[in-house]
């Protein structure tokens, strides 16, 4: 199973990338989780769409197409996505024949703060559900156990290592 690991932090110690690292360590054997980089992905631009589409967005689209599934790791910012994430959604979701249609996909977040990113996963998992039909966690879905699996152990040892 490959797994294409997102996060919506560019930080060099950004927790969230510390959390795609983790899930990596702990992925059990027939399970890869490739760390997708969005740091070279320009702002959405519309005039930049279709045939002059950037090449970051056509060689992480292919990524995402290649994937048997995807793993978000997102901060919250003010309530809700970073932008960086956001803008890296908004290039996706336009790339023809939707990319992310049927793909199963699961979100975490690392935050300092008491709501640990609910709102931003609550966000995200918005646009999955009312327009890029991505098929989340939530639903039962025995392929993607082994995933659930995988951010259970990330959570223990976070909560371990936190006490
Ligand atoms: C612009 C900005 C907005 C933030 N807004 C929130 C917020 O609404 N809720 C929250 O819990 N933390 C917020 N934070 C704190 C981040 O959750 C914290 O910086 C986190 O460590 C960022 O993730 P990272 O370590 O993966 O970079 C914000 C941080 C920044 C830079």
Known sequence: MKVLAIAGSLREQSFNRGLIRAAQALAPAGMEIIAAD?????????????D???????????QVKAADALLF???EY???IPGVLKNAIDWLSRVPGGIFAGKPAAIM???MGGMGTSRSQYHLRQGW???MCIRSTNRKCSSLQPMKNVMRMVTCRTRQRRT
Do not use: H, K, M, Q
């Not at 969005?38 to 631009?45: F, V």
């Not at 002059?52 to 292919?62: F, I, Q, S």
């Open 73 to 75: 790791a997102t901060p």
């Open 78 to 80: 003010n309530y809700s």
């Open 129 to 131: 559900c009312f327009w």
């Open 52 to 62: 002059n589409r950037p090449a970051p967005v056509t060689a992480l689209a292919e």
């Open 109 to 111: 977040g690392a935050s």
């Open 38 to 50: 969005i740091s070279d992905i320009p702002l959405y631009n519309g005039d930049d769409d279709g």
